[in-house]
């Protein structure tokens, strides 16, 4: 019971002089909720490809509950669910339609079809929507569905590529609180993101793809031990005392790291915080700066996902785009 559910070694994939992966090397235990990062041509998809037998390596061991994938894909396809970026669902059948026929597909027996459909409906919270056409949907909605029918056969691996791209944060949300709730059920779960705050929600282990080769990998807590210390965030009510503080602060020990001036504060590193913020309230009282607060600001998987790659995340992007 303690061999890993999913073990990826020296994982390569070429597409002429393109090198997509350089040597993968993962390990997914069972039960686990996994993350995979990394900006896109990463090569987050290509591993959930070959994963999922959909492409073949050029060379590496893939293996699914001691399934080799590429000796055994049969056996490795029956253990594992595919939940692509957008939902997949015959927009034509109902919701209810939509579970019974891949019931049927799975040669799952006539009786336990009904049943079974039933079940995911009401786990889904698709119930009251279960004889509408799925054309009539939400997003939230159809990505529902879309996980429920992965789960038709009771899939021992669920993997989600990029599973929340596309969604309102209300949906995400929801969509989340199922992937928890399939992980403490017993399912192993390999997801990948571009949204940092997602696998720092969801996963127990993380692993950063940068150019085709991981380039850490830990809990998230291990990940964000990487990026070098704390800081204070000291901010002020208007631009005449930031100007000030910032010429002020380096002599009073508060080296001045960040400016942000939309926000009139500045960031300064901090090994003792505690020390670092009454020195910036001393600072303030003395030249009467009017402060707004002080904070302390700790890593975050951002920080992680810069320092490592040096590519902007996409919550980041997202940040300089309304700046």
């Known amino acids: 019971m303690n061999d890993p559910m999913i073990a990826v070694r020296d994982l390569r994939k070429s597409y002429g002089s393109h090198h997509v992966l350089r040597g993968v090397d993962l390990t997914v235990r069972r039960g686990e909720i996994f993350a995979l990062l990394g900006a896109n041509g990463a090569g987050k998809t290509t591993t959930v490809n070959i994963l999922t037998t959909l492409v073949p390596a050029d060379s590496g061991t893939v293996t699914v509950a001691g399934a080799d994938v590429a000796k055994h894909p049969a056996r490795v396809r029956a253990l594992v669910a ?27 027996p006539r009786r ?22 799925a054309s009539t949907y939400s997003g939230g909605m159809r990505r529902r569905l ?143 700066l009017a402060l707004a607060g002080v904070s302390v600001v700790k890593p975050t998987l951002d920080d992680v996902f810069l320092a490592v790659t040096g590519a902007p995340t996409r919550t980041t992007a997202s940040k300089e785009n309304a700046r």
């Open 82 to 108: 595919l939940t692509g970026q957008y939902a997949a669902v015959d927009p034509f059948q109902t919701g209810e339609e939509n579970l019974v026929m891949m019931g049927n597909l799975a040669h799952l």
């Open 146 to 288: 879309d996980l429920a029918i992965s789960l038709v056969a009771s899939p021992a691996v669920l993997v989600l590529d990029e599973p929340t791209t596309g969604l309102d944060p209300a949906s995400r949300a929801q969509l989340w609180e199922v992937v928890r709730d399939l992980a403490t059920d017993g399912t192993t779960v390999l997801l990948t993101t571009q949204y940092l705050e997602e696998a720092d929600r969801l996963a127990d282990t993380i692993a950063v793809l940068d150019d085709g080769a991981v380039a850490a990998r830990g809990t998230a807590s291990e990940l964000k031990a990487l990026v070098a210390g704390e800081h204070v965030r000291v901010a002020f009510e208007d631009a005449a005392s930031l100007r000030a503080a910032r010429e002020l602060a380096p002599a009073a020990g508060l080296p001045v790291v960040d400016v942000d001036e939309r926000d009139l504060a500045f960031t300064t590193p901090a090994t003792d915080p505690v020390a670092t913020i009454r020195e910036a309230l001393a600072l303030a009282d003395q030249h009467r």
């Open 112 to 133: 336990a079809v009904k049943a079974r459909a039933q079940e995911l409906l009401e786990r889904f919270d698709l119930t009251d929507a279960a004889r509408r056409p």
